[in-house]
């Protein structure tokens, strides 16, 4: 289950990114030359017609960069968010986030990062095959794309600039943070994909519960890799290893006991090993921009076709595309391919295609932006269709309209998540 999510959010996402955000220089207030603080204030009001669900999302947020004496800079970001819905009956949540706290010592050859945040590896728009360092929540990633989506962990990475064109990048995780579908009331989340498990017949659960059981924090389960990017003449390539813990796990069925005519057991989340290598390259001819990455997952866990239980196999996530903007007008294309195999079990064996595209449009000298975002994968016979309209009342407030539906009711990628249908609509302000 657990590729599949990630590749359906990944896809999902590109339209999620605020397309008329405010830049962090100019939405923070300077203090001096040491100190910028920022933030915004935003709610967001969405609607799940086909599952009856109507949420609303304040959010305020609030971030600050600081210049230490001598080589040392820190940053911090954090949000508080509520949650009122009626998902089926009445749900309220409230939680404060933090997505960056760290301490940087940087030098002219070297820098060393030291904290609690996040770290983008990969290349490609919002559909990323090597950004695995950082786990997801998926509900964000639907309404606000990739970069607000990633959660936060701890880490050390360290840099080394070996010359004016090549980078060493080293990254340490030591603590275990999963995925999630929501942060908010996960367990009722219309988001929630595991609401749709169905159980064999002649089982029944002890509590509606997932025993999650994550790896501890030991020097055994440390997750971490190494990067090297490089420029050659005008293209940019990375290649780059990391061996981590996937942030969606594997749900099995556990037996507790038989009460007759039932087994009554719980259901069990595993978070499996994966160790990974990939490369990227991008390019820039005239208003073209050309990107393609590739992630192979030599180490990797699947649920079993013909064998009971998990298997070991290996997986391709690879994708190229292209950008083209000019005068307004952007539009962009990718083809995206998933492959996976296992020598334990030939059934899993698989090999899927999406294709992916947009077209948007800056008008009203700029205050508005209107995007017409599809994906489509053939063998699946599923597919996801978004609109979407932004209007800059002001330099500071945002207000943007949006409608997605999906199609088909495949088995993976886009269909696992038919019937999420949404509707959203949000006012933004920055400060």
């Known amino acids: 289950m657990s590729w599949a999510i990630a590749v359906a959010i990944a896809v999902l996402a590109h339209t999620a990114q ?74 309220t949540d409230a939680a404060f986030r933090v997505r960056e706290a760290w301490i940087e010592a940087a030098g002219a050859r070297a820098d ?33 794309g990739r970069s607000a989506a990633r959660l936060a962990v701890a880490f050390v990475r360290g840099r080394v600039f070996a010359s004016e064109g090549v980078t060493i990048e080293g990254v340490i ?29 002649e089982t029944a659960l002890v509590t509606s519960n997932v025993d999650r059981r994550a790896p501890k924090t030991t020097l055994r389960n440390v997750a971490g890799g190494a990067r090297i990017s490089a420029t050659v003449g005008r293209v940019d390539l990375a290649v780059g290893a990391f061996r981590g813990w996937d942030g969606f796990g ?4 556990e037996p507790v006991s038989f009460v007759a005519p039932a087994v009554v057991g719980t259901l069990v989340e595993t978070f499996p090993r994966f160790t990974m290598v990939a490369g990227d390259f991008e390019t820039v001819i005239g208003d073209w921009a050309l990107r393609g990455e590739a992630a192979l997952f030599t180490e990797k866990t699947f649920a079993g076709g013909s064998v009971s239980g998990f298997v070991r196999g290996r997986a391709l996530d690879a994708g190229v595309g292209f950008d083209h903007g000019s005068a307004g007008l952007r539009v962009f294309a990718s083809v995206l391919v998933h492959r996976q195999w296992s020598e334990a079990d030939a059934s899993i064996d698989r090999t899927d295609v999406t294709l992916v595209g947009s077209v948007e449009r800056q008008f009203g000298r700029e205050r508005y932006l209107a995007r017409v975002f599809g994906a489509v994968t053939p063998d699946d016979r599923s597919g996801f269709v978004r609109g979407l309209v932004v209007w800059k009342a002001r330099d500071d407030v945002t207000v943007d309209v949006s409608a997605a539906a999906f199609v088909g009711t495949g088995e993976i990628t886009l269909g696992r998540f038919h019937g999420r249908d949404f509707i959203l609509t949000r006012l933004r302000y920055h400060w």
Not at 31 to 43: A, E, H, K, M, T
């Open 250 to 253: 594997m749900l099995s069925f």
């Open 173 to 201: 995780a030591p603590v275990f943070r999963r995925g999630v579908f929501d942060e908010l009331d996960e367990a009722s989340s219309p988001f929630n994909l595991t609401r749709d498990l169905v159980l064999p017949a």
């Open 18 to 91: 605020d397309p008329l955000p405010a830049s962090p220089v100019t939405a923070a207030r300077l203090f001096g030359d040491r100190l910028q603080i920022g933030g915004q204030v935003s709610v967001l009001a969405d609607a799940l017609p086909r599952l009856d669900a109507v949420e609303l999302r304040p959010q305020a947020a609030v971030e600050a960069a600081v210049r230490l004496p001598g080589p040392w800079r820190a940053r911090f970001e954090g949000f508080a968010e509520a949650l009122v819905a009626d998902r089926g009956n009445r749900v």
């Open 112 to 144: 060393v990062r030291v904290g609690y945040g996040r770290l983008a590896w990969g290349r490609l728009d919002e559909i990323q095959p090597s950004d695995v360092i950082n786990p997801i929540d998926a509900s964000r990633f639907l309404f606000d």
